[in-house]
């Protein structure tokens, strides 16, 4: 398994500011995923991130909002700029173990709430 | 079209009543994978699952259990004695294999509320 920590475990943030969210990985990965949980919605992909790569965005998510950096195997950051309280949302850092046994692993998540 | 549904938003029971949570998949893969997450209050993921494709035995770990039918696309979840701190909000997920990755489509939960 990984353990997966993120800060802040949450925030509340004016609308116009950006926000930082560190994620950090007890071991070291080839990617890193971010994902959005908007309140009483499912999970999701924001973006893959690859560590000295640019990171892929999904659909609706676009580089210049969702800032996304991959310094080393076990760390990422996701920024969230100029938010708008529609941003108010989880943010939730993920690894994979792939083979024949994938599982997805989760950090606690960042609870960010837009004023 | 949503690759994984899950049509119960959200379901109220009394402790030690069973409940059937539902997942329908859709996939055009081969090779899948399918997963049961909790999510408590507290807001972190819990793996609670996983089934591959190529495997429709059914599963039981203590009051849990998994409902595996390829035939209906579906991949059911039944807590047996339900209890209060089963309460929490519970997502079915779908892998599909990409090229290096493992690509996960989440349903949109289902929120169980036990009360006592």
């Known amino acids: 398994s990984a353990v997966i920590s993120q800060k802040p475990s949450r925030d509340i943030c004016q609308r116009g500011t950006s926000l930082t969210i560190q994620c950090q990985v007890d071991?070291?990965?080839?990617?890193m995923f971010w994902y959005r949980q908007q309140p009483g919605q499912s999970l999701t992909l924001i973006a893959t991130?690859?560590?000295?790569?640019?990171?892929?965005?999904e659909s609706g998510f676009v580089i210049d909002k969702f800032p996304i950096s991959r310094p080393n195997l076990t760390f990422s950051t996701l920024t969230v700029s100029n938010m708008s309280p529609e941003d108010s949302s989880i943010y939730l850092c993920?690894?994979?173990?792939?083979?024949?046994?994938?599982?997805?692993?989760f950090g606690q998540g960042t609870r960010l709430t837009v004023v | 079209a949503q690759k994984v549904t899950q049509a119960q938003t959200e379901i109220s029971v009394v402790e030690k009543e069973d409940v059937t949570l539902d997942c329908v998949y859709e996939?055009?893969?081969?090779?899948?994978?399918l997963f049961w997450y909790k999510q408590p209050p507290s807001g972190e993921l819990v793996f609670l699952i996983r089934?591959?494709?190529?495997?429709?035995q059914n599963e039981i770990s203590g009051r849990y259990s998994w409902n595996f039918q390829k035939s209906t696309s579906s991949f059911n979840f039944t807590i047996t004695a339900s209890q209060v701190v089963d309460s929490a909000v519970y997502f079915c997920?779908?892998?599909?294999?990409?090229?290096?990755?493992?690509?996960?489509?989440f349903g949109s939960g289902t929120k169980l509320n036990v009360k006592p």
């Open positions: 996939t055009r893969d081969t090779t899948y994978y």
């Open positions: 993920s690894v994979e173990r792939g083979g024949l046994s994938p599982e997805a692993f």
């Open positions: 997920a779908l892998s599909e294999g990409r090229y290096n990755f493992n690509k996960f489509y």
């Open positions: 089934r591959n494709s190529f495997d429709e």
């Open positions: 071991s070291q990965v080839t990617m």
């Open positions: 991130a690859n560590q000295g790569s640019e990171a892929t965005y």
